[in-house]
């Protein structure tokens, strides 16, 4: 039977008619304890967590709430639930917050106060000490956003506060249908069936289209990049028997596959990624010249050098990678053969399409908003410095600016127009609905990336027609990359058609 009153409540809050009736469903006293809202993007979720957490608390009083979600969200979370608790700020939560509250309580006793809304990373929360403070205190209700990043120790995590019964009521959100459904009370909301409090059908139906932009990579460049798949051939076949130097890999994170992904997005990367290696690379050989055995802090540094030039959020598992040292010093002079062959490249053949698109776009489009995407930091630098020299208005946002940084350069955005350059793990939050081109400059592998890149822009409010363009080499030289295409778009289902 509906609640009136309740459908009433969350009318007023700003909601759409069926998350005003998930709610209903969610808080009723007999429903289940654990739901997952599986809705599409742009639809007001913070706004609907906020009318939640208000409703929750006003009618029961001192609650006490978590969330988590990606830090590059919490900012955003913080500023929407503002005003949710009465006389309670949200408090995203660090080690020094945590210590701090520690501090104020007796010994033996919860830190965390209440009524409380307590805002923090899932890479902090996953942390043996964190999850012991989370899973001995109670939670009135445990909120996860981007709930599909759920793997690894953050389920582990997940899956104890339910088991201990920390959390008395947990609600999952996302936008990524799962594979198969598990004992969590799921919902799925099609995007044909939202509507207005009116009944009007409200979502915007545009066809999700991959649009081919074609350029041709020179022969200089086609040849590098030849060479650096047999060179990340040659390090991806060694086994884990072989020992002695280690490299991170995971089911598709391997130092090889990092290589040929840096490849794919600009010779700027690739060759930042091959001159780190490089660096490492001499340290450790000239250890083994002078028979000096390699530690664990040697293979680390090898590791992180690579793996921190990824702009990417999600969370991956690692292991191990060896190459024997018969071998180890031909691959260093492929190496440096390697670094030869980018100083003889005369042109960037993909950044001068890039650039030569914009400036017909902004030319005759009287100075649209575009977006360039590429998935990692560096890529974002030397494409902005480009734009700007061309003459274009350009704006860059990377996962490792300050929030505040983020939001003046969003804002400048706004304002000027122009062109936005940015990364997944920037990206995430961003609503991007006025957009008309968004540009993939490198292929992400996951096609959960990729539908979040597509959500950034189909959201509630957009108007008009979007394009989601791909910059591709017509020679198909570089087989990595179309096969990375393929892959991507035969999992997604979505058309590929020129531009």
Not at 77 to 82: D, I, P, Q, V
Not at 392 to 408: F, R
Request: glycine share 4%; hydrophobic share 40%; net charge negative.
């Amino acid at each position: 039977m509906p609640n009136e009153f309740l459908l009433h409540y969350f009318r007023e809050q700003g909601v759409l008619p069926y998350q005003a009736q998930f709610a209903q469903d969610f808080l009723a006293p007999d429903a289940p304890y654990c739901w997952r809202l599986v809705e599409p993007v742009g639809v007001g979720r913070t706004r609907f967590v906020k009318a939640l957490i208000s409703y929750d608390v006003e009618k029961g009083g001192q609650k006490r709430v978590l969330l988590l979600s990606p830090r590059s969200l919490l900012n955003q979370w913080a500023s929407e639930l503002e005003s949710a608790i009465p006389d309670c700020e949200p408090l995203i939560v660090d080690r020094n917050t945590l210590l701090e509250l520690e501090s104020s309580v007796p010994m033996g006793q919860t830190p965390w106060p209440r009524p409380a809304i307590i805002l923090m990373s899932f890479d902090l929360a996953k942390r043996d000490d964190m999850a012991d403070s989370l899973s001995d205190a109670h939670w009135d209700l445990v909120i996860i956003d981007e709930s599909h990043l759920l793997v690894g120790k953050r389920q582990a995590l997940f899956s104890r506060l339910i088991q201990t019964g920390a959390a008395h009521r947990a609600l999952l959100l996302t936008y990524i249908k799962p594979e198969a459904l598990d004992d969590i009370t799921t919902r799925i909301i099609d995007p044909s069936d939202i509507q207005d409090w009116d009944g009007q059908r409200i979502y915007p139906s545009f066809d999700k289209k991959l649009l081919t932009l074609s350029y041709r990579r020179s022969n200089e460049e086609c040849q590098l990049l030849e060479e650096i798949q047999q060179f990340a051939k040659a390090i991806y076949g060694h086994t884990q028997s072989m020992p002695l130097l280690r490299f991170t890999f995971s089911y598709e994170h391997t130092q090889a596959m990092l290589l040929l992904r840096f490849a794919s997005s600009s010779i700027y990367m690739v060759e930042s990624a091959l001159r780190r290696l490089s660096e490492n690379w001499s340290h450790l050989r000239t250890k083994l010249d002078h028979d000096v055995p390699l530690s664990s802090q040697d293979f680390d540094k090898v590791d992180a050098q690579l793996e921190r030039l990824s702009d990417e959020p999600a969370e991956r598992p690692y292991s191990g990678i060896y190459l024997p040292p018969a071998e180890f010093p031909q691959l260093c002079d492929k190496l440096e053969t390697i670094l030869d062959r980018i100083d003889e490249v005369p042109v960037d053949s993909k950044l001068e399409a890039l650039i030569s698109h914009l400036r017909q776009c902004w030319d005759t489009k009287k100075q649209p908003y575009l977006c360039v995407w590429s998935t990692f930091s560096n890529t974002v630098h030397y494409l902005s410095s480009a734009i700007r020299q061309a003459g274009i208005p350009v704006h860059s946002l990377t996962g490792s600016m300050k929030p505040e940084t983020l939001m003046d350069n969003m804002r400048k955005y706004r304002d000027e127009r122009g062109v936005l350059v940015t990364t997944d793990a920037a990206g995430e939050g961003v609503t991007l609905e006025y957009v008309k081109e968004c540009i993939i400059y490198d292929l992400p592998l996951s096609p959960i990336t990729f539908e979040q890149r597509w959500g950034r822009f189909l959201r509630l409010g957009r108007k008009e027609e979007f394009r989601m363009v791909l910059l591709r080499d017509e020679t198909r030289s570089f087989l990595w990359e179309e096969n990375a295409l393929k892959l991507l778009v035969d999992k997604l289902g979505i058309e590929v058609e020129e531009l």
